[in-house]
């Protein structure tokens, strides 16, 4: 291919849940966290490690539109934390957004 059809091509456009993925977010230990996504998407749900999160009183998933959603958890702890992934259908398919939950250790208190 000539260089000059080479400059023409535009580069495939990143989903903005493909552009979040990959962040990690830093918790203490038994503290509520919550992780938002941005990006057009239906029928958008939660996993961690793979599973279907339910939506209960400790994980509350919530979409406003159909570019704004949220998971709430309760309590963060070792036992949970990991890897969350919001994904959603688009009329390209489906995309996802993996989300790093990290529980931080306890800073020791010098005295």
Not at 7 to 36: C, K, L, Y
Not at 75 to 99: A, F, L, M
């Amino acid at each position: 291919m000539p260089a000059e059809e080479e400059m023409d091509m535009d580069p495939p456009e990143v989903h903005p849940f493909e552009a979040q993925s990959g962040s990690t977010i830093e918790v203490e230990n038994s503290q509520p966290v919550i992780i938002e996504i941005i990006g057009d998407a239906k029928r958008v749900r939660w996993l961690y490690e793979g599973a279907s999160l339910p939506n209960n009183d400790f994980y509350r998933q919530t979409t406003e539109g159909e570019e704004f959603h949220s998971l709430f958890i309760a309590e963060v702890t070792r036992q949970n934390q990991g890897c969350y992934t919001c994904e959603g259908t688009t009329e390209s398919g489906v995309v996802n957004c993996d989300i790093f939950i990290k529980v931080r250790e306890p800073q020791s208190q010098l005295v």
